[in-house]
């Protein structure tokens, strides 16, 4: 087992920055990427972005290309995400994932997922 957990998250401003971390335990041999996806009641978990575990490569959806960015300190087996240039519609539920495959744009590959944070953007 893979275990996620989330922290960060919180009420920004337009214009401002977030940044959201995923500590990454457990069976960590099985994973081939962690990355985030976001919720917002009544839709679908959105693909945010994804960063590959053995070399570092970054993917992301085409809304926050540009403005996110994902990194990881390798010692700590923590994942960051970077938000950049926030606004209202990036009001959501952010979810840590484990992907245990390697396609990253839909939920179909996500074998682990973090407890969600929640990300408010307003004035």
């Known amino acids: 087992q893979v275990q996620l957990v989330e922290s960060g998250g919180g009420l920004v401003q337009p214009g401002g920055s977030l940044r959201l971390s995923c500590a990454v335990s457990?069976?960590?041999?099985?994973?081939?990427?962690v990355g985030w996806f976001r919720q917002v009641p009544g839709k679908e978990r959105e693909f945010v972005g994804a960063?590959?575990?053995?070399?570092?490569?970054?993917y992301f959806g085409d809304a926050v290309k540009g403005r996110f960015a994902i990194s990881r300190d390798k010692s700590k087996n923590t994942w960051c995400l970077q938000m950049n240039s926030l606004q209202p519609e990036d009001t959501a539920i952010y979810y840590c994932?484990?992907?245990?495959?390697?396609?990253?744009?839909?939920?179909?590959?996500?074998?682990?997922w973090g407890q969600g944070s929640q990300v408010t953007v307003s004035s």
């Open positions: 994932a484990g992907y245990t495959g390697s396609y990253y744009h839909t939920t179909q590959f996500v074998g682990f």
């Open positions: 457990g069976r960590t041999v099985s994973l081939n990427a």
């Open positions: 960063m590959t575990w053995s070399d570092g490569g970054t």
